[in-house]
């Protein structure tokens, strides 16, 4: 079998990642001819389809585990030419990363703070429910996903991050306007809580495991925002589970207020990354899984 020729799958790369195949011509500096021949003719040697053509452009299942092998060639390719030929003024190193958004609003960017620091990396976040975060390890768009998902993918490895513990929270005012008499499933049906988006379902599972409400029978805002959610509960509009090491101070204070103290959802976390790493990779996945060891209950 012939072996693959990565300029056509740069060419995949380029018509996902511009969203079409004359802005990936311009991109690549080839003609828009040449980059539709490149994908046929790997899509020929893989003898499969490499792309869904539709507007946008999006890769198959078969197309999303090339773009993973082109895009950890690729990073590889960054951290070795510099090794090679010091003096070659290389591009930053680019590191996607998938992550929920309470990790990123707690504990995430202190853990990355010194390698940031020290070593020319271009970052970039990718926000994604905990769920579904190996999505974007799966498809090769990112080098790790922070998941509550223990078992690792073929080729990858699962460390244990720590539990976070997330409380159900209200301000005060907000307490003694639902909750005067404690939570009950009459009154959660009144108050209103917060969803991190339409695939977020963990307020309603708490209430449906702990007062049999069933889901679909609650009020609540949507927010993409993990600090939003602090905010709301804050304010008074809201009550919401928020991880227990992001409001410590809030409680403290007495400004939030813990509205089922003897109830709480715990989640263990997982940092996926490919088995295979080498350099700043696996300088990144220590002193990511080390300070999460430090501030993360075990």
């Known amino acids: 079998m012939r072996g693959l020729d990565y300029r056509w799958i740069e060419a995949l790369d380029a018509v996902i990642a511009q969203r079409g195949f004359e802005r990936a011509a311009e991109h690549l500096c080839i003609t828009q001819s040449a980059v539709s021949q490149r994908i046929k003719q790997l899509e020929k040697l893989m003898a ?4 869904v053509r539709e507007q946008p452009p999006r890769p198959t299942t078969a197309g999303q585990k090339i773009l993973g092998l082109y895009r950890r060639v690729r990073l ?6 510099p090794e090679i030929t010091p003096d070659d003024l290389s591009q930053p190193l680019s590191v996607s990363i998938a992550t929920n958004a309470d990790s990123l609003a707690t504990w995430l960017l202190p853990a990355l703070s010194p390698l940031l620091k020290s070593r020319r990396i271009e970052l ?9 975060t190996l999505d974007k390890l799966r498809s090769g768009e990112v080098v790790g996903a922070i998941s509550m998902e223990a078992t690792p993918m073929p080729g990858c490895v699962a460390d244990y991050l720590g539990r976070v513990d997330f409380l159900c929270v209200a301000s005060p005012e ?4 639902y909750f005067s008499g404690g939570v009950t499933r009459e009154n959660l049906v009144e108050a209103p809580g917060v969803a991190f988006d339409h695939h977020d379902d963990m307020h309603e599972r708490f209430i449906q495991q702990h007062f049999n409400l069933p889901m679909g029978s609650v009020m609540k805002h949507t927010v993409r925002s993990s600090e939003a959610f602090v905010r709301l509960a804050l304010e008074g509009i809201a009550f919401s589970l928020i991880p227990r090491v992001q409001i410590l101070q809030e409680l403290e204070q007495g400004l939030l207020v813990n509205v089922t103290p003897d109830i709480f959802l715990t989640r263990r976390m997982y940092w996926h ?4 790493e080498s350099g700043v990779l696996t300088e990144l996945s220590q002193q990511l899984t080390h300070h999460a060891h430090q501030v993360l209950p075990q």
């Open 48 to 51: 499969q389809p490499m792309l």
């Open 76 to 81: 590889l390719e960054q951290e070795l030419l």
């Open 124 to 132: 970039n976040l990718m926000i994604e429910d905990e769920a579904r």
């Open 174 to 177: 907000f307490a003694k306007k």
């Open 273 to 276: 990354h490919w088995a295979l």
